[in-house]
């Protein structure tokens, strides 16, 4: 029978190989060697997501278990390329933590489960269909290419959630804006300053914002309107976040000012007042001021082309747009500053931000909101892609069953939950209606952030339930 001690294996196995969104390419030929050492079928679509099949021991319809193999790569170190790095893990106490990247706990632990279970030729289950899809963290491009053709499974087991004993039955749904808003320079002559906001919380931008912290990206326009409207400040550059779907917890910007003095002071006050705001959501909040050269004249964005660009940016929303009407701790519509840039030697800002509903005509609504705002800026170029559905709520007899089988184990029930992030469930469900899904993980804390770290004792407990949940199917 498979055990904890092999799935972890598996997991060291994928932290070994540089894994994050587009450069999925030796997770995949692990896969492909993995299937042909066990002798399974195994096919990879044109997607590059890849179905891995098992015969099961059970007459009963095959069951699929599904993962997605990319992950968030971020490094407290920015020399580090994520798509070359090996995760260098250590445990520490009952956490698997990375050193000073991200984990892909989300969703290696998913991966090594499955894994673990296709290979053993002793486990009590229907027949299996191992789908481990691509680049679900940059867009869900996997799951939108995927080709249903060979999958027989009607019943789904997303392994990709971070809660053990919960068993989700719907999920958010999104969309990316990014607008491009020109910016004029001219010569300014002054003192260059940096502004700098650091130290936040960060994370998940659709689990985690419901905690209502700071985006760095935010904390800087705000103050880059607030001192532009005091005639203080003109943009040099301006940098910020990681990616679309992580909470920005630092960022930076190069202004030039004719008083420097006066300038430090007003962000000493800003964050002075941030400060006691923010207490219990970023603590650990530093806004800061410091002279770069003094006495220069330095290309800055005009007064006028500035002011359009805050302006655009001001139409566009940022963090928690609504909660549910029943439980205002639940957030269902919400917006993310994923990405911000303007080089010294830029003409255009260029901001993406990552919209999430978990109804999908709320989300329609806010975008066309948006869109509508954004198109009385006549020469400003914005973008909306990577629209990806939400998983609506339906009667299902696998959570049934599932839920059963958690009765049975610990005595208690299982919480059935919504989630305000995306899943590939709703594309799945898009693409073959009669699916019937849900989806279940370990406790992982702090995805999408250094300071990630995977339960153990949860994880073995998870993977122990899921053996007991095929047992029933």
Known sequence: MASFDRVLEIFYDLCSIPHPSGHTEGIREYLHAFAKKNDLYCHEDKGHNILIKKEGTLKSKPVILQAHIDMVGVS???????????????????????????????????????????????????????????????????????????????????????????????????????????????????????????????????????????????????????????????????????????????????????????????????????????????????????????????????????????????KIPCGVIKTSPQDDTFVVLSANYGKVSLSSLDTTLTLQVSFRGNDDDEKAEILENVETALKKFKTLKYVIDAIYPGWKYQKSELREIMKGVYKDMYGKEMKEMAIHAGLECGYFIEKRPSIDATSIGPNVYDVHTTAERLSLSSSKRVFEYIIKVLEKL
Do not use: W
């Open 76 to 314: 407290d170190d920015p020399s580090i390329d994520m798509a070359k790095h090996k995760i260098e893990t250590y445990i520490d106490g009952d956490y698997l933590k990375a050193k000073g990247t991200t984990l892909g706990g989300d969703d290696g632990i998913g991966v090594a489960y499955i894994l673990a279970l296709l290979e053993d030729k002793d486990l009590i289950s229907p027949p299996i269909e191992g789908l481990f899809t691509v680049d679900e963290e940059t867009g869900m491009d996997g799951a939108v290419n995927l080709e249903m053709d060979y999958l027989e499974g009607e019943r789904l087991i997303n392994i990709d959630s971070e809660d053990e004993g919960e068993l989700l039955s719907s999920s958010a749904g999104g969309a990316h804006l990014t607008i491009y808003p020109e910016v004029t320079r001219k010569k300014m002559s002054g003192t260059l300053c940096k502004i700098e906001v650091s130290g936040l919380y960060g994370g998940h931008s659709g689990q985690e914002i419901k905690r209502r912290g700071l985006s760095a990206i935010k904390v800087l326009f705000d103050n880059l309107h607030r001192l532009e409207e005091m005639n203080l400040v003109g943009l040099v550059s301006i940098k910020g976040g990681e990616a679309l779907n992580i909470i920005p917890k630092c960022a930076v910007m190069e202004v030039v000012t004719p008083d420097s003095k006066k300038l430090i002071d007003e962000i000493k006050k800003a964050e002075r007042e941030l400060k006691n705001t923010y207490a219990s959501t970023d603590p650990n909040l530093k806004l800061e001021c410091s002279v770069v050269k003094e006495n220069g004249e330095f290309d800055s964005a005009t007064a006028r082309s500035l002011k359009t660009a805050l302006a655009s940016v001001h």
